[in-house]
């Protein structure tokens, strides 16, 4: 079982990246996948979040609007696509299965994480 998170790079305040979670070993299709960010010096957040059941995306307040969650069944990958990208969004940002909620002890098996860095 192992998720492999990538996409991410350097992009000016305003741009855009895709942020792609990849699996390997099981179907991601049977678990709800959360995307996490954590910035140097802070505690691991939850950004948004995609049920098993239906598909259904939730988002944390600070990035509503801006970010998108999205599932390819065929590639067995989640994107979480991101707009409007702020200097504040600066993070590693990792993947995981399990959930689903918010919090990071409600999932199990985490990647390696992908680095995102906003600035101009």
């Known amino acids: 079982v192992q998720l492999q998170a990538s996409g991410g790079g350097l992009v000016q305040p305003g741009g855009s990246l895709r942020l792609s979670c990849a699996a390997s070993g099981f179907t991601l299709d049977y678990y709800a996948i959360g995307w996490f960010r954590q910035a140097p010096g802070k505690e691991r957040e939850g950004v948004a979040c995609?049920?098993?059941?239906?598909?259904?995306?939730y988002y944390a307040d600070f990035v509503k609007g801006r970010l998108t969650i999205s599932r390819d069944k065929d590639k067995n990958t989640v994107y979480l696509t991101t707009d409007s990208l702020k200097l504040e969004d600066t993070a590693v940002y990792y993947c995981a299965s399990g959930g689903p909620g918010s919090q990071p002890d409600e999932y199990d098996h985490w990647g390696q994480g992908t680095q995102v860095t906003v600035s101009s």
């Open positions: 995609i049920s098993s059941s239906d598909g259904s995306a």
